[in-house]
């Protein structure tokens, strides 16, 4: 068995990269495979981002919109199954929850046991943001997890981020006093040592997430372990993200901050050896899957052209783990929880209420429709009352049922009852010409329950309005050919008439607009020119520097500054970014 983990950092923009989801999923032939970082809202989850054929799947998604976070989070676990009913593949869970405190509706809204101790206000602030699906898998429970982010100085973040571990600590204890196994997989979001970051300083193990982290594991007295570390204790520069905006994948200038932890008893139960635990029995490989960085070797340097060379892909790479001797296990069906069963993508079930409703607004759509095909002997004046009574029958129901509101059933937006009636008796008369028309010609027609000369009638009436293009090619009973012919040629004059002017008009509105680029065209020269002669060169390289703007608040908040273009990496590294910086202007100092 196979498990990937993934911060997708967008999964509608890695479906598009791969062409479909089924490809990214097929790229990593995993049989469990979890991302981070989807960033879809629930009315967001179509079934081209849910639904693959030969996958099961299981979304989280963000449920609150404080600070503008919508949209911003969530997580998605897809499980490779050959059946999704009375299965024993180990892959397809044996059930699903959607957050880890029980809290959300698709749990059934009751406190987990073990989380007692907890407010449902403090629960429900920290399981709604989308942060993590548990899945059942009968020999373990996968937590699908990513973890908050939290910048030094943002204390409410911090502690949001302290408490939401914390939780988390407490659910997985409570499985662990039960004898459960557990997977924790994702971006969490921390880095546990200096061996695992790029810059590390001499306080960088002093952080109170890290030493957290390092209490959870086996080296310091906890449950978990770190698969990655137990299985490549000594490798370095084994980073899994790399800042987008700097270039840094270029130096393998990153930190390693998406993990699988595994804990629980061994599968064989062999506690007799002393090195019997999970990992050393069962997991035969992980590692860092390096192909799925943005920057591939060979892509033009930031400081040649590679600027402007748009890279596909995450700021993240996937790590994944392969397990071996996993048995199956008794057969069962895919939970609930599953986006097969999500109203969005299945459906909402009719009433019989609304499907009758259906069928009868269809009989009636027909009951005014005519066949030119009657036979000789039939009586013409019969069909047409039987029609004049299907016209009755079709407006009445129309009316009751509220679909010609606003248009004849309305009193106060149309006419009176009187013109009302007036109107019904006029699309009697309009059926029955229509109807000894129809029948002597022999043609195949239908009849509208409606008068078919009304909009122009009104039109008519109206001298303000200008008349319709359809209007004149409406040919009238009482109407001869010349008159019409000679309405069809004053139409053409008309309409080249209006035309000729239509066309001065775009060509002078054409001539504006080029006017107009010219000069912007000339203005963004100007700019960049001056803005070329005004660049500075970095001191390391002797290189034009490239603007940027601060965007964190405080006092120096959308002020413009430069920096070295090239990509951020190790200061040993001539080739890498000198660190040069320099305000685009200077305050005038006041005296």
Known sequence: MKIVT???????????????????????DADIICFQETKLRRQELKSDLVMADGYESF???????????????????????????????????????????????????????????FSKDELLKIDSEGRCVITDHGHFILFNVYGP????????????????FHVLQERWEFLLCQGRRIFVVGDLNIAPAAIDRCDAGPDFAKNEFRIWFRSMLVESGGSFFDVFRSKHPERR????????????????YGTRIDHILCAGPC???????????????HVNECDILIDYK???????????????????????????????????????????????YLPIIHGVQQTLASVLMKREVAKQGKSCKFSGSLPAESDSTGDTEDCSENVDRSLNNYCDSGILQGVYCSSSNQESEGEFTKTIENCRDSANVASHSTITQGSSKHISPFPVDRARKKAKKSQVGQLSLKSFFHKRSNVSHDDYSCS????????????????????????????RNN????????IQQLMETSIPLCKGHKEPCVARVVKKPGPTFGRRFFVCARAEGPASNPEANCGYFKWAFSKSKQK
């Not at 999964?11 to 990593?28: A, E, I, N």
């Not at 892959?91 to 509706?105: D, M, R, S, Y």
């Not at 070797?297 to 790590?319: F, Q, Y």
């Open 6 to 28: 993934y911060n997708v950092n967008g999964l509608r923009q890695r479906v598009s990269q791969f062409g479909s989801l089924r490809k990214l999923l097929d790229s990593f």
């Open 59 to 117: 979304f989280s998604c963000t449920r609150t919109s404080d600070k503008g976070r919508t949209g911003y989070s969530g997580v998605a676990t897809f499980c490779r199954v050959k059946s999704a009913f009375s299965s024993t593949e180990v892959a397809l869970p044996v059930a699903a929850e959607e957050g880890f405190t029980g809290l959300l509706e698709t749990s059934g809204s009751k406190i987990m046991e073990g989380l007692e101790d």
């Open 149 to 164: 982010r939290a910048d030094s100085e943002d204390t409410v973040r911090i502690q949001f981020k302290l408490q939401f």
């Open 237 to 252: 520069e084994a980073y899994t993200c790399w800042p987008s905006n700097t270039g840094a994948e270029q130096f393998n």
């Open 267 to 281: 599968l064989n139960q062999k506690h007799d050896l002393q090195s019997h635990n999970f990992v050393t029995c």
């Open 294 to 340: 943005r920057w591939k070797p060979g892509n033009a340097p930031r400081w040649k052209g590679g600027m402007s060379t748009r890279l596909e892909g995450s700021d993240h790479a996937p790590v994944y783990m392969c397990l071996g001797e996993v048995p199956e296990i008794p057969q069962h069906s895919t939970p609930s929880l599953a986006s097969r």
């Open 488 to 515: 069809v040629h004053e139409l053409h004059g008309a309409n080249s008439s209006v035309c000729s002017c239509n066309q001065d008009e775009k060509k002078g509105k054409r001539f504006l607009d080029k006017e």
């Open 519 to 526: 000069v912007a065209l000339l203005e963004w020269r100007r």
